[in-house]
Structures are given as C-alpha cells and as structure tokens.
C-alpha cells in the first residue's frame, strides 16, 4: 500500500527566508506526486504535480518540488517566503489508474515570523 | 460552474441524527471523489465515482456511510446515525478524466460536520 510521511508537523520560517518541505513516499512503481496548500477553512488548492520527466517541477506560487527517485521523496522549496504562504501543506502520491485517490500525508502546518 | 461547489459549508448534528452532505462538481467532470479530514490530519479517502457508477467504496468507515451520484454530476454524501467520531471536514473533489492524469483534482472548500 502507498504512504506518504511528512516528517515535519510544524515549520516556522522567517519571512523572506527560503524554505523546504520534506515529504517522502512508499509506492512499488512510479508514483504520480502532489503538494497542495489548505488554508484555514478552506479546500485544497494544487501547488504542483509529478507525473514524468523532468524531476524539478514549478508550480504556483513560486514554489517548486523535486522528485528524488533514490530518496523517495519530493520535497517542496521556496526560495522566500512570504506572509500569505502561512497555511497547511500536504504532499499526496496517486497512482495512473486513479480509482483509490490520493493518498495524503499528515501535513506540516507553516509558521511566518515577520 | 468555476469551481467544486459543497453544502452546507457547516453542519452541526446530535448524535444518532442522520445526515446529507451535497456535492457539485465542475461540469463535465467525469471522476468525483469523497475524501474525510479529521481535525489535525491529512483527507482520507472514502470513495469514487466514475460518471454515475460507484467504482471504489473501499475507504467508506462504516455502513452507515452511503454516497451516490446517479446522473453522474451532483453527489450525495450520507451519514446515518451519526457518531461523535464522525466529526470531520468532509471534502469532494472533481477531476475531467477518468484516471488520474496530468489535471489532478479540483476540490471543494468541504462541510466542516461536528456531532454533539
């Protein structure tokens, strides 16, 4: 079965500092990998997705997430932050036949400190 | 419409009431899912759905969970008897394929349910 650990409940970055996320996986074949972002009260908005190919992926936001196949992880990076990043990040990994969803991790909730 | 629309945004239940929790998705989309966030967690997946058919139920916590989707747009999330375990956001989510591919999923803002 898939499973996606996110090691880090709680993060505080200054603002204007870079800042990485980590978030490994456990899947037999190459998974497909997402961040989304949950502010309070809020739905999941996508910040990025690996499907194939290049393993640095850009996304919204000015975020970015690199697919480390040897690590089994996608870690999610930014090189400054800014106030309205504070929110709720999760990594999911998914498969192509879709049927069974995501799977997401815990989450790691992100502080900025002015 | 823009987005995956859900209702009501907020539900408070006693224990053992019954309840429906609404699902729009962006038209056209064929792939809806329904996912269960408890408070501090990360959404769980509870089912899917294919156009009108239920393809994966596997995730649903009990038998008092029932989702349909029978024109295959508008989906209906139903907890019945409901428990004080069953306080969660509720989340659908809406994809235009079939399987997952390049567009992922949209998700609506949830039903925050709490049972009293």
């Known amino acids: 079965a898939q499973s996606v650990t996110q090691p880090d409940i709680h993060i505080t970055v200054s603002e204007g500092a870079s800042l990485e996320l980590r978030c490994n996986y456990s899947y037999g074949a190459t998974p497909y990998l997402f961040w989304y972002v949950q502010s309070p009260g809020q739905g999941l908005q996508l910040l990025l997705k690996y499907f194939s190919g290049d393993t640095l992926v850009q996304g919204i936001k000015g975020f970015e997430a690199e697919f480390k196949r040897s690590q089994s992880s996608f870690n999610l990076r930014k090189p400054s932050v800014h106030w309205s990043d504070a929110a709720e990040y999760f990594c999911a990994v998914g498969d192509g036949g879709g049927a069974d969803g995501l799977t997401f991790g815990k989450g790691t909730h992100l502080i900025i400190q002015p | 419409g823009a987005g995956v629309s859900q209702s009501p945004r907020y539900k408070v239940a006693k224990r053992g009431q019954d309840v429906a929790l609404r699902c729009d998705p962006i038209?056209?989309?064929?792939?809806l899912f329904w996912y269960q966030q408890a408070l501090g967690q990360g959404p769980e997946f509870l089912t899917y759905f294919q156009n009108e058919a239920q393809l994966d139920k596997s995730g649903l916590p009990s038998d008092r969970f029932f989702a349909e989707r029978p024109e295959g747009s508008v989906s209906t999330l139903k907890i019945q008897r409901t428990q004080q375990e069953d306080s969660a956001v509720y989340l659908c989510?809406?994809?235009?394929?079939?399987?997952?591919?390049?567009?992922?999923?949209?998700f609506g803002s949830g039903t925050r349910l709490t049972v009293v």
């Open positions: 989510a809406s994809s235009p394929e079939g399987v997952l591919g390049q567009y992922g999923y949209t």
């Open positions: 038209s056209g989309h064929v792939s």
